[in-house]
């Protein structure tokens, strides 16, 4: 049953990354979360997220703006280091709420709901038609690519701000995915050490867990390929605002879901 539910997530979670540039992480995590103890369940969700990228940079890293890939995925980069550096500091902050739904306790974090309306308002310019004509100079590409590298760093949402600022761009939509998965790899494997770190440490912990976790990443890679294949055969027939209505709703939908604890 864990190895099916891993893979309709992973599938689903693939194909619809491809367009809006994030989820894959949000999704499955929790669903990892379910099986395995939080540093596997973290470790191995960034695994899969990077082995997917890299598959679609297979895809479409031909079709990315060099350009606007440096201008933001350098300051990603550097930015990402600071706030997995930071990621350490704030986590002893205090919930600002909780409450009490299905069996399960959730807590409103002073950091989920910092980014959570920074997301909700970069996603007004997705979904409101007299926004969307705006467009994002790009000497401010560098400043976008920082907010999005350091959130990243600092809880692992970095797709979000990263496709709300590539929406605005000017990019087709080959373009935009293209682009995306550029600065998603440079950054995932920025933070690789990270994920390696953890998975060596619970290696060193039973070894029942490390073999419950192998199939489930060999599941869900295998998934996750699959669901980027269906979804490169499915963007030729996806205009550009119908991407961004996409990253608009995702964000919103992840903005409603880091504000109230959810994830």
């Known amino acids: 049953m ?26 499955l995590l929790p669903v990892f979360a379910l099986f395995l103890p939080a540093e596997l369940a973290v470790a191995g969700t ?4 990077l082995a997917n990228n890299l598959f679609k940079l297979a895809l479409m890293g031909r079709r990315a703006d060099r350009g606007i890939a440096v201008r933001f995925g350098v300051p990603a980069v550097l930015a990402a280091l600071l706030g997995a550096w ?3 500091r704030m986590a002893a902050l205090p919930a600002l709420a909780s409450w009490s739904a299905w069996g399960r306790q959730f807590h409103v974090a002073p950091l989920g709901l910092a980014i959570a309306a920074v997301i909700v308002f970069f996603a007004a310019f997705d979904l409101v038609p007299r926004l969307r004509t705006w467009r994002v100079p790009p000497r401010f590409m560098p400043l976008g690519g920082a907010l999005s590298g350091f959130f990243g760093g600092l809880s692992g949402h970095q797709g979000a701000l990263r496709s709300a600022f590539l929406t605005k761009a000017g990019l087709t ?11 998603t790899c440079a950054v995932d494997l920025t933070r690789l050490g990270v994920y390696s770190g953890t998975l060596g440490r619970s290696l060193e ?6 073999a419950r976790l192998g199939p489930l990443l060999a599941i ?19 205009t550009i605002d119908a991407v961004r ?7 919103i939908l992840l903005g409603l879901a880091l504000g109230t604890g959810v994830i």
């Open 220 to 238: 869900a890679c295998v998934a996750a390929l699959v669901g980027s294949l269906v979804g490169a055969r499915l963007v030729r027939k996806v």
């Open 173 to 183: 939509k080959e373009a935009f995915i293209g682009t995306g998965v550029v600065i």
């Open 2 to 27: 864990e190895h099916a539910l891993v893979a309709i997530t992973a599938l689903f979670a693939a194909g619809l990354t491809f367009f809006s540039g994030f989820g894959l992480g949000t999704i």
């Open 86 to 88: 930071l990621l350490g």
């Open 245 to 251: 209505t996409i990253v608009g709703i995702g964000l």
């Open 205 to 210: 912990g039973p070894g029942t867990e490390w």
């Open 46 to 49: 960034g695994v899969v997220h």
